[in-house]
């Protein structure tokens, strides 16, 4: 009834072959655009600069992330550290004079290039090993940084970013920083959507079943892991850069531990690998949760009259966040964007459930 | 009931989406005065963040259960940030929304990225102890106030007293200064190295890996340096491994100091009796006999209206947050002597906080005054050792080697200004 597929017949293959075929699907997706684009004009600053700012910078990494674990099967533990790499590089390059346009790439081609050298560790180990590689690279990268005074900005260890333009608009509002975010957002975006119908994506997804086999078939898995790490760090340092500029506006090593490697993992994990959509909401549910569930408790301690000790209340919605992952991962494995597809596959058809899909 | 994939999600999404529908809150007092107190009780700093919330929310009580100050009520909302930078920049701008005047998030990674937001919204973002050493040069960062010494000036204070023990001269001297190896224990070194040109004393500085619970590799080699005076600098769990380790390698307890972060609970893990003589900066008194303590103790506590364990009540980090909650208070009054009727706005609050004079708090701190130019306070603390059940003060309140900590303040706030711009 809503998707309305009856009488959608494709006469040509561009038709068949188009990123969304549906009708349906399309209005939705120019719909969210138009919500977002629209949202600093209702929002409050408080929801754009709290939540939907840090919303759009994550889930931009974790789109990242996701290529290389569900687009090529290769595990990174050390996330983070490409981001930290892109972000003390364009930084650096800020500060000296350099334009944020070129000190964006700038940043993503040094993440890419030291990311695809740790990378080249997927060229021998699988799985687990991997793992412990990618996360000796946080290390290292963490280390390097905060014992190299020139890199990480003397005894306080903190590099203040300067004002800055993009195209000619000065980055320091609200409403700028939102929209450069989101720019760079719907590019990432579209290049996911888009890589899984290249040769490219096929390539990765060949790599990611059984790397021997994709080697039998003609693929050469030396050039498509490269390739994978490459690119997923090239956006990792890129969005290492809109993270510095837009959010933090002052980096210091400790942002880029271990703990954010985690938590983009835990949004590629729990969203679901390998899909668009489902960074979006993993990293909808790992950022906020917490801050939603703090407030709950708050809002239940001050306004039901209800005493809890500050510790209690500090630490129940840990307990309750990670209840939620577990939950989530227990009853959909597949993650939050396997929920939407079930939503969705449900109406494709409603209300005649017999229907064939 | 069991548990099915349809209950779970729906029960999720309904739980979630509560706080939009549910009414807010409505305050019927017309003359608050908000503070937001977003700390970090559950990733790294925990029982710290925790006594020092409770002095400060004690002394709020007090002051409030008084009838509040100049006609105002305190209001602070105390949320956990867990040191996750969403998620404090989320409780940074609620407070805002919510008309907040000032800012204590008692975390340095927090502070660094609050600190463009709060010079830029006007808010007052107190530092204390931790955030941005070069903030205490109020002309370059209005906003940002410490309220109390920093880590260059107890730098400055220890080795101050070290000379005195020295009567004067630590000319050959040779001072180990044992830190944990982040921006946070490398901050004093600058100081230090100063330092040992000025007084000519071998500074011999050994870093271990953070997080510090396992420094035994370290300490040996410093008692192999044969030192004669020790500095541990650390956080956390690294404090009380340092001085564990310092006890089991034999080194004198009463050449041994540390930075504001050494307290009773510490002493607790320690062993109460092994490290007794050790020493510590204090940045207000400790123990029960100061009189806004014992006021809490008779009006807040005595009453049942005590925010936690009255055991904590008095100890180092709860005597902390009274202090940062006592300079608050007085930030408020002489805000509204200045202007009586308001409006409550940031540069309201600000104009009182740097107009704190000579400010003791009936003997609690060290006499404070706070200017447009110094944020700091005046760079006053003392040194107190370990008796085996409490600090007692080894000295008087004093300051030193400002000199020395103002030019390094300088030097990194100079550098601040020339980026902002």
């Known amino acids: 009834m809503f998707y309305r597929r009856t009488g959608i017949r494709h006469t040509r293959y561009e038709q068949e072959r188009q990123l969304f075929p549906l009708h349906f699907d399309r209005l939705l997706i120019l719909l969210v655009l138009f919500l977002l684009l629209a949202a600093p004009l209702v929002l409050d600053r408080f929801y754009l600069a709290g939540y939907l700012l840090p919303w759009l910078i994550w889930s931009s990494a974790a789109l990242g992330l996701n290529l290389l674990m569900g687009g090529a099967g290769q595990i990174h ?50 799985g687990i090993y991997l793992a412990m590689a990618t996360l000796a690279m946080q290390y290292i990268v963490d280390f390097v940084i905060s014992q190299t005074p020139a890199i990480s900005g003397g005894t306080l260890a903190t590099l203040q970013v300067p004002p800055v333009r993009f195209l000619g608009i000065s980055l320091r509002g609200d409403t700028e920083t939102y929209y450069f975010a989101l720019g760079v957002c719907i590019v990432i975006t579209l290049f996911m959507l888009n890589v899984g119908r290249t040769s490219f994506g096929r390539a990765l997804a060949a790599v990611r079943e059984k790397d021997y086999a994709a080697q039998i078939l003609g693929v050469s898995t030396f050039k498509y892991k490269l390739l994978a790490f490459w690119v997923s760090s090239f956006i990792g340092g890129a969005v290492g850069s809109v993270l510095a500029v837009c959010y933090l506006r002052a980096i210091s090593p400790d942002q880029f531990h271990i703990e954010l490697s985690i938590q983009i993992l835990a949004m590629v994990i729990v969203g679901g690998l390998g899909s668009v959509l ?51 991962l227990l009853y959909e494995p597949l993650g939050l964007a396997k929920i939407y597809g079930n939503i969705r596959n449900y109406l494709l058809v409603w209300p005649f459930r017999h229907a064939q899909r | 009931m069991a548990v099915n994939r349809r209950i779970f999600v729906s029960g999720t999404v309904a739980t979630l989406a509560a706080p939009a529908i549910l009414p807010r809150r409505a305050f019927a007092q017309d003359k608050v005065v908000r503070f937001t107190m977003a700390q970090d009780f559950t990733r790294i700093y925990t029982f710290v963040t925790s006594e020092y919330s409770q002095g400060q929310r004690d002394y709020f009580t007090l002051i409030n259960e008084r009838g509040g100050v100049a006609g105002y009520k305190i209001l602070a909302e105390v949320s956990d940030h867990a040191n996750d930078l969403p998620r404090a920049i989320e409780a940074y701008e609620r407070g805002k929304r919510e008309g907040a005047v000032l800012c204590d998030p008692l975390s340095t990674p927090v502070a660094r990225a609050l600190v463009p937001r709060a010079l830029e919204d006007k808010i007052n973002l107190i530092t204390a102890f931790s955030g941005r050493s070069d903030a205490a040069d109020g002309t370059v960062f209005p906003y940002v106030l410490p309220l109390s010494i920093n880590y260059w000036t107890q730098a400055g204070l220890i080795l101050d007293y070290f000379r005195q023990q020295e009567k004067g001269d630590l000319k050959g001297k040779k001072i180990v200064f044992v830190h944990i190896d982040t921006p946070f224990g490398k901050e004093p070194l600058p100081i230090l190295q100063v330092l040992s040109q000025k007084l000519s004393f071998e500074l011999l500085p050994f870093p271990y890996t953070p997080p510090g619970n396992d420094q035994s590799a370290i ?37 041994v100091s540390s930075s504001v972060w050494l307290s009773e609970s510490d002493m607790e893990v320690v062993g109460k009796d092994a490290a007794k003589g050790v020493m510590k900066v204090e940045p207000c008194a400790s123990g029960r006999d100061p009189k806004p303590i014992k006021d809490i103790l008779a009006e807040v506590v005595g009453k049942g209206k005590g925010a936690g364990p009255e055991g904590k009540v008095g100890t180092a980090y709860y005597n902390y947050g009274v202090q940062m909650a006592a300079l608050m208070v007085e930030g408020v009054r002489k805000a509204a002597e200045k202007a009586p009727n308001g409006p409550v706005t940031g540069p309201w609050l600000n104009e009182g906080l740097t107009a704190i004079a000579n400010f003791t708090a009936d003997g609690l701190l060290p006499p404070t005054t706070i ?24 000295t008087d309140w004093f300051a030193a080697n400002q000199d020395i900590v103002w030019g390094e303040i300088r030097k990194y706030s100079e550098e601040f200004k020339k980026t902002g711009k």
């Open chain 1, 77 to 126: 533990l050390g996330y983070g550290a490409v981001m930290a790499i892109g972000a003390y590089g364009s930084v650096h390059l800020v500060r000296a004079g350099v334009p944020l346009e070129i000190a964006m790439i700038a940043g993503g081609l040094l993440s890419a290039a030291i990311g695809m050298l740790f990378g080249a560790a997927a060229l021998r180990v699988k």
């Open chain 2, 219 to 255: 300490w040996p080699q410093v008692r192999r340096a044969r030192p004669d005076y020790v500095i541990f600098w650390g956080a956390g769990v690294g404090q009380t491994v340092a001085l564990t380790e310092a006890i089991r390698n034999g080194l004198p307890m009463n050449k």
């Open chain 1, 278 to 328: 489902g960074p979006f909401f993993g990293a909808a549910l790992i950022l906020f949760a917490p801050i939603v569930l703090n407030n709950l408790m708050g809002f239940a301690a001050s306004s039901l009259g209800i005493n809890i000790p500050i510790d209690l209340r500090a630490h129940l919605p840990l307990v309750a966040y990670g209840a939620l992952v577990i939950g989530f």
């Open chain 2, 371 to 394: 200017t447009k130019e110094d944020h700091q306070g005046g760079g006053q603390g003392r040194i107190s050792r370990w008796d085996g059940a409490k600090f007692v003060p080894a």
